[in-house]
């Protein structure tokens, strides 16, 4: 099992910047989908990226779509997700998951049951 560790959440104001990264302690290639979450103070758990494995499929919901960027580096077994264009509405605690029951897609953000293993989590929050 790879355990997962999640870095650079923290304070934004809105229109601001934060990169998050997602640490694995061991090779990251062995899953074929890693995704980003997060969850607020009394409401679900939303799926808001995730990649595939060679990095060339990505997903995002609507409501972080333009603004959000995921990417990973293989060779550094760590994955990113860039946040631009904040809102107070972005925050939450944000965690990384990985897993190899389904393929990076738009079902697998809503399905958080496709990811097998997740980080600790990071506090992002967005001040207007």
């Known amino acids: 099992q790879v355990q997962l560790v999640e870095s650079g959440g923290g304070s934004a104001q809105t229109g601001g910047s934060l990169r998050l990264s997602c640490a694995a302690s061991?090779?990251?290639?062995?899953?074929?989908?890693i995704g980003w979450f997060r969850q607020a103070p009394g409401k679900e758990r939303e799926g808001v990226s995730c990649?595939?494995?060679?990095?060339?499929?990505?997903a995002y919901p609507d409501s972080v779509k333009g603004r959000f960027t995921i990417s990973r580096d293989n060779a550094k077994n760590t994955v990113f997700l860039q946040m631009d264009s904040l809102k107070p509405e972005d925050t939450a605690v944000y965690y990384c998951?990985?897993?190899?029951?389904?393929?990076?897609?738009?079902?697998?953000?809503?399905?958080?049951?496709?990811?097998?293993?997740w980080g600790q989590g990071t506090q992002v929050t967005v001040s207007s």
């Open positions: 998951a990985a897993g190899n029951r389904y393929y990076c897609s738009t079902f697998s953000l809503v399905n958080a049951d496709t990811y097998d293993d």
């Open positions: 061991g090779q990251i290639l062995d899953y074929d989908n």
């Open positions: 990649i595939s494995r060679s990095g060339r499929r990505t």
